[in-house]
């Protein structure tokens, strides 16, 4: 019985052949550590986009708030808004100024033009990574 088993296994076995082009296919295919090599090379092509990426100009908006009765904060609010008037300068004004608010927004093209090299050697050193 454990003859005609064997015997039945084997010719199973052959049925399912496959040829060398088809078993090195699926040897690759389900290497994971193929595949884990495949993951570090996408990485070393990602840390070189984000080397060349620090080269090139960037857009910075920055925005903020404040709202003060400080007497020197309202002041400087004040100066800052260009807003001074003559009737700023009493001394109950000065003192007890009462609340102003101050909106900030700022819109910048920042260009990296000189580093000492970093940039430069940071790209160098992620291409040779990759």
């Given at each position: 019985?454990?003859?005609?088993a064997?015997?039945?296994?084997?010719?199973?076995?052959?049925?399912?052949?496959?040829?060398?082009?088809?078993?090195?296919?699926?040897?690759?295919?389900?290497n994971?550590?193929?595949?884990?090599?495949?993951?570090?090379?996408?990485?070393?092509?990602?840390?070189?986009?984000?080397?060349?990426?620090?080269?090139?100009?960037?857009?910075?908006?920055?925005?903020?708030?404040?709202?003060?009765?400080?007497?020197?904060?309202?002041?400087?609010?004040?100066?800052?808004?260009?807003?001074?008037?003559?009737?700023?300068?009493?001394?109950?004004?000065?003192?007890?100024?009462?609340?102003?608010?101050?909106?900030?927004?700022?819109?910048?093209?920042n260009?990296?033009?000189?580093?000492?090299?970093?940039?430069?050697?940071?790209?160098?050193?992620?291409?040779?990574?990759?």
């Open positions: 019985m454990s003859l005609l064997v015997f039945f296994s084997t010719s199973s076995l052959l049925a399912n052949e496959l040829s060398l082009k088809d078993a090195v296919a699926y040897a690759i295919a389900h994971p550590k193929l595949q884990v090599a495949g993951s570090r090379v996408d990485q070393a092509q990602a840390e070189v986009d984000v080397a060349t990426g620090k080269m090139l100009p960037h857009v910075d908006v920055v925005t903020g708030f404040a709202r003060t009765n400080s007497p020197l904060g309202f002041f400087g609010a004040k100066l800052q808004q260009q807003q001074i008037r003559a009737a700023d300068f009493t001394p109950s004004s000065l003192n007890q100024p009462g609340y102003i608010n101050n909106y900030q927004s700022q819109l910048a093209l260009m990296p033009l000189f580093a000492g090299g970093a940039l430069w050697a940071g790209r160098k050193q992620a291409d040779e990574l990759a």
